[in-house]
């Protein structure tokens, strides 16, 4: 059997960090762990860029734009979607997950969710660098070996 895996080296890889200002002190954490998911895997400080958007429904654009502009190798949604007392967090978690699979399916540059989904403040902190990791640096870390083990398709 042939098997192909991706490794995990993010040596001469642009990754494109976009960043809702939402739950800003949930996000920049994130940022902070994706960031460092990219060096500590080789990639080099000027191949990374971050561009901050006001909410994750507006992720999704800046997502396609970069994707599209041929400049980058991953892109990395970062947010913070925390549910309140209607349904409009679900919704947002909704379609924004689904636009970012279409955008990855359809320039096939993979585009990555990394955005916390939770449904109270506790939840947000464990899964933005407390008990549960950090949200970021997961995604980082997947968002590599899926370009590498792309390259090999
Ligand atoms: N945006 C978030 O990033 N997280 C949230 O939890 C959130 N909630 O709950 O409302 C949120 N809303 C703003 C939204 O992303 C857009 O910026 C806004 O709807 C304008 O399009």
Redesign the pocket.
């Known amino acids: 059997m042939n098997e192909i895996t991706g490794q995990l080296s993010a040596k001469g890889l642009r990754l494109a960090f976009v960043v ?4 800003s002190i949930f ?1 920049e954490q994130l940022l902070k762990g994706a960031r460092d998911a990219a060096l500590r895997h080789g990639a080099e400080e000027a191949d990374l860029t971050a561009v901050r ?7 999704p654009l800046a997502a396609a734009k970069l994707a599209r502009s041929g400049r980058v190798d991953a892109v990395i949604a970062l ?6 007392a209607t349904d ?2 679900m919704l ?1 978690n909704t379609s ?1 997950a689904r636009a970012l699979a279409q955008i990855g399916l359809e320039t096939g540059v993979p585009v990555l969710n990394g ?1 916390v989904c939770a449904h109270n403040l506790d939840q947000a902190i464990e899964r933005s660098g407390s008990k549960a990791g950090n949200k970021g640096f997961d995604t980082v870390v997947a968002a590599i070996e899926a370009v590498n083990v792309l390259r090999q398709l």
């Open positions: 809702s200002r939402f739950n996000t958007v006001p909410g994750a429904n507006e992720i947010g913070a979607v925390i549910d309140g409009h967090a947002i924004v955005i």
